[in-house]
């Protein structure tokens, strides 16, 4: 069985940081991209970014040159460095990742539990 579990949300100040990790468990024949998506309260769920296994990464206009994604392909651990956080940046973050498990011949997506980023101050 696999599962992706996150970690790192939290309250922080307009203008500071908070690192996300979302490590992939369990039974992973192999883990192709890796990223984040959010939803605010009210709001549907956005794509936030996105990398490949090669360490090819994407980000939403939102954030681009805020927030940089990184992954530890040993560990299939994917990071989110979030810097100059603002209020509307506030929400749950969810990370994905499309893997194939040991028990099939297909690659799905998966999907961690979320985890609150709010920005307050």
């Known amino acids: 069985q696999v599962q992706l579990v996150e970690s790192g949300g939290g309250l922080v100040q307009p203008g500071g940081s908070l690192r996300l990790s979302c490590a992939a468990s369990g039974s992973i024949f192999s883990v192709n991209a890796m990223g984040w998506y959010r939803q605010a309260p009210g709001k549907q769920r956005e794509w936030v970014a996105t990398i490949t296994s090669g360490g090819s990464a994407n980000y939403a206009d939102s954030v681009k040159g805020r927030f940089t994604i990184s992954r530890d392909n040993a560990k299939n651990t994917v990071y989110l460095q979030m810097n100059s956080l603002k209020p509307e940046d506030t929400a749950v973050y969810y990370c994905?990742?499309?893997?194939?498990?040991?028990?099939?011949?297909?690659?799905?997506?998966?999907w961690g539990q979320g985890t609150q980023v709010t920005v307050s101050s």
């Open positions: 994905y990742a499309r893997l194939q498990p040991k028990s099939s011949d297909y690659t799905r997506q998966y």
